[in-house]
T-cell receptor
Framework: GQQLNQSPQSMFIQEGEDVSMNCTSS?????WLWYKQEPGEGPVLLIA?????ELTSNGRLTAQFGITRKDSFLNISASIPSDVGIYFC?????????????FGKGTHLIIQP | EPEVTQTPSHQVTQMGQEVILRCVPI?????FYWYRQILGQKVEFLVS????????KSEIFDDQFSVERPDGSNFTLKIRSTKLEDSAMYFC??????????FGQGTRLTVV
């Protein structure tokens, strides 16, 4: 099946620092999504990207859909303690029908005050 | 803000027993999904449901799994004969269109 390689696996940063994480795939995806998951909760959608080259922001979060459609990155600027969690990229190859999302393994963000 | 709700939040069952996990998707959504997440691992797609039928299913979704939308509001996942390896968080998700998915809080299934 399709696989997403997400990196880094974990990040230990100081409050106020910027964060960058990315996902790559050997397959083309037509939709890239970024989710955040906190312990005991379901994934929460942060940003959705639908078009190659698209750059979208949501507050301090910025994500881009790579030109090749095989990668995406998520940046978080000026991190704050509530940014702690696991960030997942997810892709969908809309070959028709309601295809499921393929998730990356997640980036665990830990912020030291 | 409308949200996907799942019940129960935690289910413990004996191996070999049947379980039904319940979900109420967001009311005007048309696409419904089940995903699972084994502890510490990534979220994995199980099945999607649209227009009262399964649209796609993964290789995880074998004959012991089934889904149903018994009325206009509920969406259920049944596991016929649970195995130890079925222990995981099960997430229901829904959306108006097929591109995104809005997730519920999950049901933690523990098979003993």
């Amino acid at each position: 099946g399709q696989q997403l390689n997400q990196s880094p696996q974990s990040m230990f940063i100081q409050e106020g620092e910027d964060v960058s994480m990315n996902c790559t795939s050997s397959s083309i995806f037509n939709t890239w999504l970024w989710y955040k998951q906190e312990p005991g909760e379901g994934p929460v959608l942060l940003i959705a990207l639908y078009k190659a080259g698209e750059l979208t922001s949501n507050g301090r979060l910025t994500a881009q859909f790579g030109i090749t459609r095989k990668d995406s990155f998520l940046n978080i600027s000026a991190s704050i303690p509530s940014d702690v969690g696991i960030y997942f990229c997810a892709g969908r190859n809309s070959g028709g029908g309601a295809d499921g999302l393929t998730f990356g393994k997640g980036t665990h963000l830990i912020i030291q005050p | 803000e409308p949200e996907v709700t799942q019940t129960p939040s935690h289910q413990v069952t004996q191996m070999g027993q049947e379980v039904i996990l319940r979900c109420v998707p967001i009311s005007n959504h048309l696409y419904f999904y089940w995903y699972r997440q084994i502890l510490g691992q990534k979220v994995e797609f199980l099945v999607s449901f649209y227009n009262n039928e399964i649209s796609e299913k993964s290789e995880i979704f074998d004959d012991q799994f089934s889904v149903e939308r018994p009325d206009g509001s509920n969406f259920t996942l049944k596991i016929r004969s649970t195995k130890l390896e079925d222990s995981a968080m099960y997430f229901c998700a829904s959306n108006k269109g097929p591109n995104e998915a809005f997730f519920g809080q999950g049901t933690r299934l523990t098979v003993v």
